[in-house]
């Protein structure tokens, strides 16, 4: 059994490592080609993205409880149920993308400021918060696919889409930020073009999957294009419990984001590189909390609680000796990580101490996210929203104001906070997890 299920578990993690890691690749690359225009475009950059991320966030947070939905239901062998499923998320992925990008573009430089932008960094912030506004319509659709695919056991094809969206990231990125031959060097201004065309292709690619994967669930010409009150009841009662969870969490990053740029433009390029590695590092803990979710989600509809739970200790086991791995390398790598990013010897000054923390927050990020991807995949949702309610807004803002301003400890304090945070909300995931109250969840 055990050999099954772990052959089970590589098939469908895998891919999703791989599709979260090229979709990280965007953001890599985009900060490794701004990082060399200098910290000031770094910090542009970082400040201009954080804002619409959180509106992103809270889309997102609704997936999962389409997801939840496609995963009971295939396990439950009720098809047509989940491909309508899919139909109104699309749909209100269309109109939400919409809603999301209006204000971030209209408002762009009052937000900029607002988030304590430094004026060498203001007018890059300003463009670049457009392009990132411009590209959420076509950010959410394919983030919701990937959901409803993954939900249906597939997690090869939303792989694909993002190997075409980072192959145009990269090729348009280095041409339109550094020219070519007749193309003139836009900067930061590239960076952004880039990353919007590249989403926009993905979003072509995703829908287009919808009507050719081979799974149960695929679309035909003859779908129905109306409004479903009970799908969408659905979707937003499971999904709203996340979506207040990432509200919670994204409002808090905000204010955590706000104190770390009034360390200054060095400090705050820094502190987007340890993200960036950060993300990168998570990459792991993502995909196997994707694989949590949907093997909970498909055997609690199958009526084999006892067969997810087995699912989830194992890949909490892989999750964490693989997070052991991953520290080490950090630590093996040195300044050679920061390097990637940047050759200002001030930012990598500040960056050094954070990589250490870095090391130590990744076995319980990553180990927390396989317990809530987990709880979530079972619609029980108000946990997560509890944990992160607690962990961010109790613990780590007022650490981070306790370390910057009383005790002198800048970016290096604020990740301590991060830290003790992370491993917090480890331990009430596993209790929740432990406790099998997630079981008991019905959503169908």
């Known amino acids: 059994m055990n050999k099954k299920m772990y052959y089970e578990i590589l098939r469908f993690t895998l891919p999703c490592l791989a599709e979260l890691f090229l979709f990280s690749l965007i953001s890599v690359v985009n900060m490794a080609m701004v990082g060399r225009l200098g910290a000031a475009a770094l910090s542009a950059v970082g400040l201009a993205s954080q804002p619409v991320r959180i509106s992103t966030a809270l889309f997102q947070a609704f997936n999962i409880g389409a997801t939840a939905m496609i995963a009971r239901y295939t396990g439950a062998k009720e098809y047509s149920k989940a491909r309508n499923v899919i139909v109104q998320t699309i749909k209100f992925s269309v109109v939400a993308g919409l809603v999301i ?17 430094q004026p060498d960094s203001l007018k890059d912030g300003i463009i670049y918060m457009r392009f990132m506004a411009a590209g959420t319509v076509f950010q959410v659709i394919p983030l919701a696919v990937s959901s409803l695919l993954r939900g249906a056991g597939d997690s090869r094809n939303p792989m694909f889409i993002n190997i075409l969206a980072n192959v145009i990231n990269l090729v348009l990125g280095y041409v339109l930020i ?21 989403k926009a292709s993905a979003s072509l690619l995703a829908l287009m999957l919808l009507f050719k994967t081979s799974l149960p669930v695929r679309l035909d010409k ?3 294009l109306g409004w479903d009150k009970k799908i969408l009841k659905g979707i937003v009662g499971i999904g709203s419990s996340s979506a207040a969870e990432q509200l919670v969490l994204r409002s808090g990053f905000f204010l955590y984001t706000r104190m770390i740029a009034n ?20 990459n792991l803990g993502q995909a196997l909390g994707m694989a949590s979710s949907s093997f909970t989600g498909r055997q609690l509809g199958a009526g084999r609680p006892d067969k997810a ?9 892989g999750a964490f000796l693989l997070s052991l791995l991953v520290s080490i390398l950090f630590l093996l790598s040195g300044d050679g990580l920061v390097r990637i990013f940047t050759t200002d010897f001030k930012v990598i000054d500040v960056f050094a101490p954070i990589l250490f923390i870095l090391a130590v927050i990744n076995p319980a990020q990553n180990t ?13 949702t108000r946990w997560p929203l509890l944990v992160s309610l607690i962990g961010l807004i109790f613990v780590r803002i007022p650490l981070v104001f306790i370390t910057i301003r009383y ?10 906070a991060t830290a003790v945070e992370k491993y917090l909300g480890y331990i009430m995931l596993r209790i929740r997890f432990t406790g099998g109250k997630w079981k008991e969840v019905r959503i169908i």
């Open 407 to 416: 005790l002198n400890w800048g970016l290096t304090g604020a990740w301590i």
């Open 309 to 317: 739970v087995h699912y989830v200790k194992l890949l909490h086991h």
């Open 178 to 198: 550094y020219g070519l031959a007749f193309i003139p060097s836009y900067g930061v201004w590239g960076a952004g073009m880039a990353a919007t065309v590249s």
């Open 368 to 380: 927390f996210l396989v317990y809530s991807g987990s709880i979530k995949g079972a619609g029980d």
């Open 101 to 117: 990008s209006l204000p971030f573009f209209l408002f762009a430089e009052q937000i900029v400021r607002f988030m304590g932008a």
């Open 263 to 282: 360390l200054g433009t060095v400090s705050f390029a820094a502190h987007q590189i340890a993200l960036t590695v950060s993300n990168l590092s998570t």
């Open 222 to 224: 003859d779908i129905s």
